[in-house]
């Protein structure tokens, strides 16, 4: 069981990325998949989470109405897709997967990828 994160990278502040995530050895259409970041000392904060079927979704106020969190079922992956990107958003992002249902909390999720850079360039 193992989550993969993607998609990473170096850009400009007010540009965009698209994170992915994908899943080997299940299917994610059976969990809520979470995203999470940690920045340099500094402790792994919430982002976004989407529920089983992708009706529900639920956002830190420090990115909301910037990032949107989707997921194709059928390809059985995940999206964060990151506009209007700051410098603070600079961070490791992860995802994460809970059977549980989704939740701001880390501790909810059983499965965690690897995660991957973002830099953001002022």
């Known amino acids: 069981v193992q989550l993969q994160a993607s998609g990473g990278g170096l850009v400009q502040t007010g540009g965009s990325l698209r994170l992915s995530c994908t899943a080997s050895g299940f299917t994610l259409d059976d969990y809520a998949i979470g995203w999470f970041r940690q920045a340099p000392g500094k402790e792994r904060d919430f982002v976004a989470t989407?529920?089983?079927?992708?009706?529900?979704?639920y956002y830190a106020d420090s990115v909301k109405g910037r990032f949107t969190i989707s997921r194709d079922n059928a390809k059985n992956m995940v999206y964060l897709q990151m506009n209007s990107l700051k410098p603070e958003d600079t961070a490791v992002y992860y995802c994460a997967a809970s059977y549980y249902g989704d939740s701001s909390v880390s501790n909810a999720y059983s499965y965690w990828g690897q995660g991957t850079q973002v830099t953001v360039s002022s």
């Open positions: 989407i529920n089983r079927s992708g009706a529900g979704t």
